[in-house]
């Protein structure tokens, strides 16, 4: 079985990787950029009171593949696979297109944080705008806020506040600018305990923001200093130190901090701080997390890996969890998140998934029993467990005119171990068959889907060995997803497998069956395909019954007695001959007595429909050499009409087979040997009669034995079986054509010992 293959993340980059970062970032964007600067046209929003988030009055859409940057009291904002970034209104579900972006920013304060305002900027690189507008969705209302004559590089902003950087050579500086009543009020953050370098505004929450630095020749190259500003008063309350390139929330309590432990994506580390009072400390192991996110809601800190319901494998943590702030047991709150923010009133949006209620947008915020809980407000319409999105499941397929083919659309392609399992309703037989999938499809991120091309066997996966009877069906698609989210998918339905009766098939399953005489047993084995090679196989043999030494001849002769499975006629050594009525499960109703005289005749054949009405008939040569029609009248009491002269002549031959249509004529045919081993065709006409001989070929004269054995390969024609002195045996499949009515022979992989004689 496949699994999804999910490249490991590159190890966290250095010192000396950071400016390339950055500038590899900002190339990206650029180009991506055709529609201008990040500046939205003006739109109208609808206004909001101020208080508690408005709660949606019915779920919200939200496109798949979208993720959260940031969320206010009124609406949130995300950014879509194609970088448009859009305000949603809870209230009605309104969007306003705001600005083009590949949200490289959804984990700052790039556009804002916990707030109706949103930071657009001037240039297509948000960082490299010089010309802040901060527009508040719920008002309408925009302020702007211009870098340029301070010379300060924009890092964020967190409602009206903008937190700007001041380049004073060697380290740097971060500033608060606000506009307020068209004047901008500039104040230097104070209290950071060293000087700074390459700061970063990383989290932010109503009247706080949490800036990441680097120490300026004191700390190593692994670690940074986290701290919180107040806005308002432009000085530090709390500060930290935690791995470099950590994830960072912040709420009106507390603090948390997840990175990766000396820079090893092996050891995550997950640390949580009350504000204000760094002794009061809850450090926690997550495991192995290579993308982390963090959130707080209350006294609970919300962490897990970044993963789409695509992405991951079994064995790795794909939730994202809850724990108390002073704790270490954690719970599932989703099965697995991509992006998360935090709102005003100190929920969590989390763009993610859960088994239940699908792919979409989640608040998070605490139950009824104090603890998170995660409710969808907004839906992709895409479910978070695989399921079966479509399926083209014929309801009833005809085996003898085709392989039944099936197909079923899952609704994401990481899976493995994907089985479909066929039942035979009133045997209780089954077929399980495994469906690889490819690789470059289990990691495509889409919908695909899965084909299963049946061959018409039943019993066990490795070695299928009976074909499938005709009835009701059921089948049973499972697979399991790569990355354990979710459960194991299980769908299932019904069909029925149907074909028309063969002459040659006394179980029911289109196959045909070989009866085989030693002594005075009679045994009945069936055939199947081998799926491997294809040659033609035997399950094991079924012994039908003793007695059978007091016939002289013993004949297949399809359906002749009006049921819908082959019969057999058998002679006595009186010259009585008995029909025995077919009964669908390989076994055959007691005898019926059809008459005597039948003993003048030196060969009987049958099987092959010669007249063209649908039913078997009986073909018997006197000793004079004259041939006979037996029509089958589809009656158990009288199986045969009064017999009607052929010709004249057969005794030329001391082999006729009756072998059904392999010419390609309107009704059954007929193959002769001659005495010379040459094989000749009877090209049946449909009225009981035949066309002039046709030869086939010198050779024959190798084989000990003939039957018709019926469509031994499901391509609508009929074959010939012959078997050889050592035992082997051979089938030469009808091809169609009156030229050359037999494809060259292929090998059976089954025996007919000396002594053993098939009907």
Do not use: C
């Not at 193959?671 to 066309?691: E, I, Q």
């Amino acid at each position: 079985m496949t699994r999804s293959v999910i490249s490991r993340p590159p190890r966290t980059p250095g010192r000396s990787a950071r400016s390339r970062r950055l500038l590899t970032g900002a190339v990206a964007l650029t180009l991506a950029v055709t529609a201008g600067p990040l500046v939205a046209p003006a739109v109208a929003a609808t206004p909001a009171a101020a208080g508690a988030t408005a709660a949606p009055a019915q779920q919200l859409k939200i496109a798949p593949g979208s993720e959260i940057v940031s969320a206010g009291r009124t609406g949130f904002l995300s950014v879509a696979t194609d970088k448009t970034m859009s305000w949603t209104r809870y209230a009605d579900g309104g969007t306003s297109k705001l600005a083009t972006d590949d949200g490289l920013f959804r984990d700052s304060v790039m556009h804002g944080a916990a707030s109706d305002v949103v930071a657009l900027g001037d240039a297509p690189y948000l960082p490299s705008s010089q010309k802040i507008t901060l527009r508040d969705m719920a008002t309408g209302a925009s302020t702007v806020i211009d870098l340029t004559p301070y010379g300060y590089a924009y890092a964020g902003a967190v409602g009206t506040s903008v937190i700007a950087l001041k380049d004073t050579g060697k380290t740097r500086e971060a500033h608060i600018l606000e506009n307020v009543d068209g004047k901008v009020t500039d104040r230097a953050v104070t209290g950071l305990r060293f000087a700074a370098r390459d700061i970063k505004a990383v989290a932010g929450e109503p009247g706080a923001v949490v800036l990441r630095y680097e120490p300026d020749d004191v700390i190593g190259s692994l670690f940074s200093e986290y701290v919180v500003v107040d806005l308002a008063s432009a000085k530090v309350t709390h500060h930290t130190l935690g791995a470099d390139f950590s994830r960072v929330a912040l709420s009106g309590t507390h603090v948390a901090v997840m990175g990766h432990e000396n820079n090893n994506r092996d050891d995550m580390k997950l640390e949580v701080e009350k504000r204000g009072d760094n002794q009061q400390r809850t450090t926690h192991s997550p495991g192995r997390m290579y993308d982390p996110m963090v959130g707080l809601v209350g006294n609970w800190v919300l962490y897990g890996t970044k993963r789409t319901v695509h992405e991951g494998w079994a064995g790795f943590p794909q939730g994202l969890y809850a724990m108390p702030a002073d704790g270490y047991v954690a719970h599932p709150v989703m099965d697995h998140a991509t992006s998360v923010t935090p709102t005003p009133d100190g929920d969590l949006l989390v763009m993610g998934g859960t088994t239940e209620h699908g792919e979409g947008l989640y608040r998070i915020s605490i139950g009824a029993f104090a603890e998170p809980v995660a409710k969808l407000i907004a839906s992709t319409g895409e479910p978070t467990k695989v399921t079966v999105l479509d399926s083209e499941i014929p309801a009833v397929t005809e085996l003898d005119k085709g392989r039944w083919k099936a197909r079923w659309r899952l609704s994401r392609p990481n899976v493995q171990e994907v089985a479909v399992t066929l039942r035979h309703t009133a045997s209780g037989v089954e077929r399980e068959v495994e469906i690889p999938i490819d690789p470059e499809v289990s990691t495509s991120g889409k919908p695909t889907w899965i084909e299963l091309d049946w061959d018409g066997l039943l019993g066990p996966s490795y070695a299928p060995d009976r074909a499938a009877p005709n009835g009701d069906y059921t089948w049973r698609l499972t697979a399991k997803p790569t990355n354990g989210v979710g459960p194991d998918l299980a769908a299932s339905g019904t069909f029925q497998v149907a074909r028309k009766p063969a002459p040659h098939d006394y179980t029911d399953n289109g196959s045909p069956d070989l009866l085989i005489r030693d002594g005075g047993d009679l045994t009945r084995t069936d055939t199947y395909r081998d799926p491997g090679n294809g040659r033609l196989k035997t399950r094991d043999a079924e012994k039908i019954g003793p007695g059978w030494g007091v016939y002289n001849q013993v004949t297949a002769v399809g359906n002749v007695a009006g049921a819908a499975h082959g019969d057999v006629v058998a002679r006595d050594k009186d010259g009585v001959l008995w029909l025995y009525l077919g009964k669908g499960d390989g076994t055959f109703d007691r005898r019926v007595r059809i008459g005597a005289g039948w003993g003048d005749y030196t060969q009987l054949t049958g099987g092959g429909d010669v007249t063209g009405d649908g039913r078997g008939d009986l073909l018997a040569r006197d000793s004079a050499g004259v041939l006979w029609l037996y029509k089958g009248t589809g009656s158990w009491q009288a199986p045969f009409a009064p017999r009607v002269r052929i010709g004249a002549g057969w005794n030329a031959y001391d082999r006729i087979t009756s072998v059904g249509d392999v010419a390609g004529g309107p009704a059954g045919d007929v193959v002769a040997r001659d005495k010379d081993g040459v094989l000749w065709s009877y090209l049946g006409k449909g009225d009981g009669t035949f066309d002039r001989p046709v030869k086939i070929g010198a050779g024959w004269g190798a084989y000990s034995q003939m039957i018709g054995i019926g469509d031994a390969n499901t391509d609508g024609k009929a074959d010939l079986l012959v078997t050889s002195p050592d035992g082997a045996s051979y089938v030469y499949h009808g091809t169609g054509s009156w030229k050359a009515p037999f494809a060259p022979r292929e090998k059976t992989e089954f025996s007919v010992y000396s002594g053993q004689t098939l009907s």
